[in-house]
């Protein structure tokens, strides 16, 4: 079976699987498959983990929760597979990007692999949902994992840019070293709330500027 996660995640993950909260995690979802559709499939749960190298990350997006309607789901933070019809957060972040970035076309494909190969974490903050059940698996062990991981990104790398949507990702911010990163705030690209202050906000060039100020390649935005 292809791995789950890319190997340099290991010393990081491992250690993880082995505590307590999240083998009581992992019971809940094996039981929750049982009973419902639970997105995404189990193959593709730690696909940003897969994409994207421990020592490779250089933008974190993040997101809350899986999208939870059929085939929508494959593991990345507001992406979605080739042929699925783009949420609305989607429509959004590529609009900005539209404006931000030079060259950038708003794609055929909300597919965001080709970001995770280039060092983009897409991760959510839960990493499974029930079927047509927002925010289902919330609070059952997924957000203290995945705060692991925000944590050990900020402390065992440097300089990576954070780009956090909405007050749930903001929250997030305690987490992060800001003396060694770039941390980026704006409100949420959904309908709700996107005029308020996302669209405008420029963080894609932004965060390339501060990746080439630091010697890194920046991030090729286009799809």
Known sequence: MEKLYDESWAPVIKPLFRQEYMKRLSAFVQEERRRYEVYPPQEL???AFRLTPFSEVKVVILGQDP???VGQAHGLSFSVPEGIAFPPSLKNI???LSTDIEGFQIPSSGDLTKWAKQGVLLLNATLT???HQAASHQKQ???RFTDEIIAKVSSELEHVVFLLWGSYAQQKAVLIDASKHLVLKAVHPSPLSVYRGFFGCRHFSKA???LQAHGKQPIDWRL
């Open 45 to 47: 749960v730690f696909n």
């Open 67 to 69: 999208y939870h309607n």
């Open 94 to 96: 590529f609009a900005e």
């Open 129 to 131: 949902v029930r079927a």
């Open 141 to 143: 062990g997924w957000e």
């Open 208 to 210: 390339n500027a501060y």
